[in-house]
C-alpha cells in the first residue's frame, strides 16, 4: 500500500469511521485559511528540493506532505517536545540520522540536511513495517510504540489500528495537506503564480574558518548583509561561524570572488583583535566597561561570545571594537 492511496468510493465503504476522523481533519485544516495560503505560498520555495531528493531516493513523493504537517516548512518552528526545525527532529534523532546540533550549530534547521535525515529516518522505518503509511505513523509516535501496537492488536492495517490519538489526526492531516495543495482551487484557495513565493536560489560555498569568524565578515564577502547569511542559513546560532570547516549557502552570484574577499577581510579582522584588547582591571565589571566605551554591553558579550553569567576577572582580555573617547 502506498502512503496516501486514498479512493474515495474504497474509502468510505471499509474505513466509514477513519473517513469521518479524516474530514475533520479537512475541516480543521480549511478553517484556517491563513495558514493553508501560507503552505500555499511556501511550497514552491521548498517542495521542488524536497520532490527530488525523494525521487533520487526511490521514495513516495507524498512524503514530501509530511514536512508542512511537522512545521509548515519553517526553519525555527519549535515544539514544547523540544523538536525543532524543517521536520521537527528531537536531538537524539537528529543526531543518529547524522545532524550536528551543538550549542553553536543546529542542523535541524538546515533544509538540505534535515530532508536528508529525514529520509534515511524514513527508510529505515520502512525497512522495519514495509509500508510506508506505517512509516510516517511511527515517525510520529515512535517505531517501538507502533511495533507494541501491530503486536497486541494482530493487524498490519493503519486504518485497523488503534493508535495514541495524535498520531490517528496526524496521518489524516497530511492526507489533507495534500488533498488541498494538489487542487487548492477546489477548495477556494485562487492564488496566481507571482503569489508564491520565489525558490531558493544560492550558491554553495566551502569554507575553513582559522577561528570563530562573524558572520558580518560572511556577509560583507557575499557582498550582502547578517541578516540573509542567518536566513540562508538558520543553521548557525549566534553571531559566529566556529573553527573549522563548513558548508554554506550565500546569494546567487555571490561565490565569484568570494574566497579572495573573505580572506582579506579575515586578515583585517585578525588583525582588528590583537589590537583592540582591553585588559581588565580590577574593580572592573561589563557594565562599567561597556559604559567606559560607550557601547551596549551587549556588543560586549558577543564580541567575546561570553554571557552574563561568566564572570571576568582582573588580566583577562577583551575584545573591543571602539576606541576609549
Given at each position: 500500500?502506498?502512503?496516501?492511496?486514498?479512493?474515495?468510493?474504497?474509502?468510505?465503504?471499509?474505513?466509514?469511521?477513519?473517513?469521518?476522523?479524516?474530514?475533520?481533519?479537512?475541516?480543521?485544516?480549511?478553517?484556517?485559511?491563513?495558514?493553508?495560503?501560507?503552505?500555499?505560498?511556501?511550497?514552491?520555495?521548498?517542495?521542488?528540493?524536497?520532490?527530488?531528493?525523494?525521487?533520487?531516493?526511490?521514495?513516495?513523493?507524498?512524503?514530501?506532505?509530511?514536512?508542512?504537517?511537522?512545521?509548515?516548512?519553517?526553519?525555527?518552528?519549535?515544539?514544547?517536545?523540544?523538536?525543532?526545525?524543517?521536520?521537527?527532529?528531537?536531538?537524539?534523532?537528529?543526531?543518529?540520522?547524522?545532524?550536528?546540533?551543538?550549542?553553536?550549530?543546529?542542523?535541524?534547521?538546515?533544509?538540505?540536511?534535515?530532508?536528508?535525515?529525514?529520509?534515511r529516518y524514513f527508510k529505515e522505518l520502512h525497512s522495519i513495517f514495509?509500508?510506508?503509511?506505517?512509516?510516517?505513523?511511527?515517525?510520529?509516535?515512535?517505531?517501538?510504540?507502533?511495533?507494541?501496537?501491530?503486536?497486541?492488536?494482530?493487524?498490519?492495517?493503519?486504518?485497523?489500528?488503534?493508535?495514541?490519538?495524535?498520531?490517528?489526526?496526524?496521518?489524516?492531516?497530511?492526507?489533507?495537506?495534500?488533498?488541498?495543495?494538489?487542487?487548492?482551487?477546489?477548495?477556494?484557495?485562487?492564488?496566481?503564480?507571482?503569489?508564491?513565493?520565489?525558490?531558493?536560489?544560492?550558491?554553495?560555498?566551502?569554507?575553513?574558518?582559522?577561528?570563530?569568524?562573524?558572520?558580518?565578515?560572511?556577509?560583507?564577502?557575499?557582498?550582502?548583509?547578517?541578516?540573509?547569511?542567518?536566513?540562508?542559513?538558520?543553521?548557525?546560532?549566534?553571531?559566529?561561524?566556529?573553527?573549522?570547516?563548513?558548508?554554506?549557502?550565500?546569494?546567487?552570484?555571490?561565490?565569484?570572488?568570494?574566497?579572495?574577499?573573505?580572506?582579506?577581510?579575515?586578515?583585517?579582522?585578525?588583525?582588528?583583535?590583537?589590537?583592540?584588547?582591553?585588559?581588565?582591571?580590577?574593580?572592573?565589571?561589563?557594565?562599567?566597561?561597556?559604559?567606559?566605551?560607550?557601547?551596549?554591553?551587549?556588543?560586549?558579550?558577543?564580541?567575546?561570545?561570553?554571557?552574563?553569567?561568566?564572570?571576568?576577572?582582573?588580566?583577562?582580555?577583551?575584545?573591543?571594537?571602539?576606541?576609549?573617547?
Open positions: 500500500m502506498g502512503l496516501l492511496v486514498f479512493v474515495e468510493k474504497r474509502f468510505r465503504s471499509k474505513h466509514r469511521k477513519s473517513w469521518s476522523d479524516w474530514e475533520k481533519e479537512l475541516l480543521l485544516s480549511l478553517w484556517d485559511r491563513p495558514q493553508v495560503i501560507l503552505w500555499l505560498k511556501r511550497s514552491n520555495r521548498y517542495l521542488p528540493y524536497i520532490e527530488e531528493m525523494l525521487k533520487n531516493n526511490g521514495m513516495p513523493e507524498d512524503l514530501k506532505y509530511v514536512a508542512i504537517a511537522e512545521s509548515a516548512l519553517r526553519p525555527h518552528a519549535g515544539s514544547s517536545k523540544g523538536a525543532i526545525g524543517f521536520w521537527q527532529f528531537l536531538i537524539g534523532t537528529g543526531r543518529k540520522y547524522g545532524l550536528v546540533i551543538n550549542r553553536d550549530i543546529d542542523e535541524r534547521r538546515n533544509f538540505f540536511a534535515a530532508t536528508k535525515a529525514a529520509i514495509h509500508s510506508w503509511t506505517l512509516a510516517v505513523a511511527a515517525y510520529n509516535m515512535g517505531e517501538e510504540g507502533l511495533r507494541a501496537e501491530i503486536l497486541e492488536q494482530e493487524t498490519e492495517d493503519f486504518y485497523h489500528l488503534y493508535l495514541p490519538l495524535e498520531t490517528q489526526r496526524y496521518i489524516f492531516r497530511i492526507i489533507s495537506v495534500k488533498l488541498i495543495l494538489s487542487d487548492p482551487k477546489k477548495y477556494g484557495f485562487h492564488l496566481t503564480e507571482k503569489d508564491y513565493y520565489p525558490p531558493l536560489i544560492f550558491d554553495r560555498i566551502h569554507l575553513n574558518c582559522p577561528k570563530d569568524i562573524p558572520i558580518r565578515i560572511i556577509a560583507r564577502a557575499a557582498k550582502t548583509h547578517f541578516k540573509v547569511i542567518k536566513e540562508l542559513n538558520p543553521e548557525i546560532r549566534g553571531h559566529y561561524l566556529t573553527k573549522g570547516n563548513h558548508d554554506m549557502l550565500i546569494p546567487e552570484g555571490a561565490s565569484r570572488g568570494f574566497h579572495a574577499r573573505f580572506n582579506e577581510y579575515v586578515d583585517k579582522f585578525l588583525k582588528a583583535s590583537k589590537e583592540r584588547v582591553y585588559i581588565v582591571k580590577k574593580g572592573d565589571n561589563l557594565s562599567l566597561i561597556a559604559e567606559k566605551f560607550g557601547i551596549p554591553l551587549a556588543a560586549i558579550l558577543i564580541w567575546n561570545q561570553i554571557d552574563l553569567n561568566r564572570p571576568i576577572h582582573p588580566g583577562d582580555s577583551l575584545i573591543i571594537y571602539k576606541e576609549l573617547q
